[in-house]
């Protein structure tokens, strides 16, 4: 399967399955891969809960 960057998932939702979206997430928090990664594991993938947990925007 492609790697379709015009279908994307949820905004409000994180998914750390495709690289682009990796890279899209960490430069929209300021945070590096595995600060990302380790908040998703904390929190879940919401974007809301990922914030609040880097305390960031």
Same mark, same amino acid.
């Given at each position: 399967? $492609? &790697?379709?960057?015009?279908?994307? @998932? %949820?905004? =409000?939702?994180?998914? #750390?399955? +495709? =690289?682009? +979206?990796?890279? =899209?997430?960490?430069? $929209? #928090?300021? !945070? $590096?891969?595995?600060? #990302?990664?380790? /908040?998703? &594991? /904390? !929190?879940?993938? %919401? /974007? @809301?809960? !990922?914030?609040?947990? #880097?305390?960031?925007?």
């Amino acid at each position: 399967m $492609s &790697d379709d960057k015009n279908h994307t @998932g %949820s905004p =409000d939702r994180i998914s #750390l399955g +495709e =690289d682009h +979206e990796i890279r =899209d997430w960490t430069t $929209s #928090l300021g !945070v $590096s891969e595995s600060e #990302l990664r380790e /908040a998703v &594991d /904390a !929190v879940g993938n %919401s /974007a @809301g809960k !990922v914030r609040e947990y #880097l305390k960031v925007g």
